[in-house]
C-alpha cells in the first residue's frame, strides 16, 4: 500500500483547479485523502475525499490576510477556499482589531443574504472566524466583562462571542437548529443594534436592550456584589435601576433580594424587599416569590416585628404547594407552635419528615448548599421535646450530629442570609443533646446494619458487598451503593455514630462481625449484588436479595461500625474574642473582635456599618483560635465602645 506524501493539517491545492483544502489525514482511505474546504458558490465547509496524485502545495507561500480582507470576513462577505486556508494559518491578525460594528454588519448579512435562507452551516463557518479572531486577541484567558466597570466595545465584542458560544449549545441539543440559531441571531442582532446607538449617545446605557443589561448583572447579586469595586458597583445599580424601571421580573427579584439581606449599593430596607417580592410575584405568580414574602410576613419585618401570621401561613401555602423545601417546613412551624393555625403537632412532625427524607437524599448527591441542616435541626427537637413520640435521646443527639454537619457544610460553600441563627440553634440544641445521650450511661458498643442499608437501598437501589474472612470467624464487610444506568457515581452514604460522635459523608459502608459469624453466598459470586436487605430480629440473621431472589445470607450477632480516623486539627494561632451583633432583631449575624471580655449577651456597643457608626445589642460572645477563623483576621472589624445599660443612642455621628 502506498504512503500518504501530505500529512494532517497541510494546506493542498487540487491540481487544475483554484480550489484550495486542508488535509484530515485518514489511514483507512490510503492512497485517498480527506480534504477540508469550501466549494465554489457553498458558505460552508465541506470534506471531500480525494486521491492524493491530484493534489499539490502551494508553489510559494500564501500571502497573508490583510486587515481589509479580515474585517470583510467578519461582515459576513463570502469565503473562497484559499481565504479558508490562509484564516486557518492566521498567526496574527494584520492589525485588525474586531469590533462590535463589524459584527453586527456580519450578523445583518446573514440575516438578511440576499434571499438565501439562514442555515446552521451558514453561522458555524462565520462562528469559527470570530472565536479564531477572539483567541488571537486573547491568548491566555479572557477578561471578565465590564471588570472596571465601563462597558467598552471590546466587553460587547466579548459579549457577543460568549452569546455565540451558547447559541451553538443551545443548537445542538434541537431538532431544528437552523430555526434555534436564527431565533439566537435575531436577538444578538439586537444587542449589538442598541450597544451601536448608545455609542451615538456618549455610550449612554439606557439605550441598551434588555438583554445586554441583564448580562452585565447576571453574575452579581446579594451575594457578592460587595465583594466588586465601587466602580461595578455602581454600573450593577444602574442597569438593575434601569430593568426594574422596564419592569422586567428577573430585575425586580434581584432587587429585591438585596433589600432582603443588605448590601452596600441597597442597604436593608424590609419595605422595599416586600413590595419588590410582591411586585414580582404579581407578574410571574413565582413560588419563590411567594416563599420569600412568607418570611417576611412570618417574622413581622414590616409590622415592627410582630408576626403576621395569616398572611404568612398564605404565602407558605403557595410555596409548599409548588414543592419548595422552605415553606413546607415553615408550616410545620407554624402547626408545632400553633402560630396563626390551630396547634397540631402530629401534622407538624409529618411535614418535617417528608421534608428530611427529600433533603436527606440532595445532601447526599453533594448539594451542601440546600436545606438538610434546617430539617435535621427541627427533626432533633421533635425527638429532644418528645414531639408525637417519647422523647429518644439516641434520635436526637443522631439528628443534631448531622444538622452540625450539614450547617458546617453550607457555611463553606455559600453565605445564606441568617445561617449564623441557623448555626447558634444548632449548637445549643447539639450541647444539650449530646449530655442527655451520654448521661443515659447505656453502652452501645455495637450497631444495627438496617437503618444504614435501608438509606443503600431506597428506591431499589442496586448496591454490592464484598466480604473478606479473618481469625475467629469474623467478617469485614464492605458495602458500595452502584450508580443507576443515568448516573455518574452513586451518592455518599451519611454515616452517624453517637457513640462516637461521628458524622460524615462516606463513599461506602465498612462493618466487623463478632466472632463465630457465618456467610452463605446463594449467588456464588465473589460479591453480592443486592437490592432489598431484611433483617430477622428473632434469629439475627440479615438476608439479601436482588429481585426477590435470595443472593445472601449473614448469620452475625454483632456489628460495630468501622469508621474513618478523623484529621487531627489543632488549634493555633491566637485565642480571639469575639461579639456577633445583628442591625435588627432575628437579622443576619456578624462577628466583630471585642477586646472588653465583660461584654455579655443583650449589652449595647456601637460598631461601624454601612451607615456609619451604630449601636447595636449583642447577641453572642464566643472565643475562636486564629486558625479556625472562618474569615482572614483582617476581615474582622473591632468593637468601637461599650454602651453604658442606661445609653439607647441608635446613631453616633
Known sequence: MSKNKFYYGDIVKLKDKDIWGIVTNREDLKPNLVIETILPDHYAIDNIVIHQSKLETAATPLAPLTKAKLKSMVQGRPLSSLDYVRFYSLKGTADYTLNAADIFKGVDKLLNRNGTPFTADTFNIWSLIIEKLITEAYPEEIPDIAADGTFKDADMVILAFQFICSMEEDARYTENPDYTLRKHFDSLSCMLESFLDAQKFNNNMLR????????????????????????VQMLFKNCLEELCRRLVPEAIEKRGYCYYCGTKVYPNDWFKARDSFLEYYERTAAPSAANTLG????????????????????????????????????????????????????????????????????FCYGNDAANFADIALRMGECYFLGIMKPKDATAAYE????????????????NYYGDDVVSSSIKRGFLKAQ????????????????????????????????????????????????????EMKAPKLLLTSCDADYCNLADMLKLETGKKSHFINHSKAESI????????????????????????????????????KPPEIKPSGRLLHFASISFQDGGKRYDYLCDDKNVKPGDKVVVTGYN???????????????????????????????????DDTELIK
Open 295 to 362: 418570611y417576611i410576613y412570618y417574622y413581622g419585618r414590616c409590622n415592627n416585628g410582630t408576626p403576621e401570621y395569616d398572611k404568612a401561613f398564605y404565602y407558605f401555602s403557595i410555596g409548599h404547594a409548588a414543592g419548595i423545601i422552605e415553606s413546607t417546613y415553615k408550616l410545620g412551624d407554624m402547626f408545632k407552635h400553633g402560630n396563626g393555625v390551630k396547634e397540631n403537632q402530629k401534622l407538624a412532625f409529618s411535614l418535617y419528615q417528608r421534608t428530611y427524607n427529600h433533603c436527606l437524599l440532595d
Open 435 to 486: 449530655r442527655r445521650y451520654h448521661n443515659t450511661k447505656i453502652i452501645r458498643k455495637y450497631v444495627e446494619p438496617e437503618k444504614f442499608l435501608n438509606q443503600m437501598t431506597k428506591g431499589h437501589r442496586r448496591c454490592q458487598l464484598i466480604v473478606k474472612k479473618e481469625k475467629n470467624d469474623k467478617l469485614r464487610l464492605t458495602f458500595n451503593m452502584l450508580p443507576w444506568p443515568n
Open 529 to 564: 449484588i443486592f437490592k432489598e436487605a431484611s433483617y430477622g430480629w428473632h434469629n439475627k440473621i440479615l438476608y439479601l436479595y436482588l429481585d426477590g431472589v435470595l443472593q445472601a445470607e449473614l448469620h452475625v450477632k454483632h456489628y460495630r461500625l468501622l469508621l474513618p
Open 612 to 646: 456609619g457608626e451604630t449601636a447595636v445589642s449583642v447577641v453572642d460572645v464566643f472565643d475562636e483560635y486564629e486558625s479556625h477563623l472562618k474569615l482572614p483576621f483582617d476581615s474582622y472589624k473591632k468593637i468601637l465602645k461599650v454602651l453604658p445599660a442606661s
Open 208 to 231: 441598551y436592550n434588555n438583554l445586554i443589561l441583564l448580562y452585565l448583572v447576571d453574575k452579581y447579586n446579594h451575594t457578592n456584589i460587595d465583594n466588586q469595586s465601587e466602580a
Open 399 to 414: 439528628y443534631y450530629l448531622q444538622a452540625n454537619l450539614a450547617i458546617q457544610k453550607r457555611m463553606e460553600a455559600v
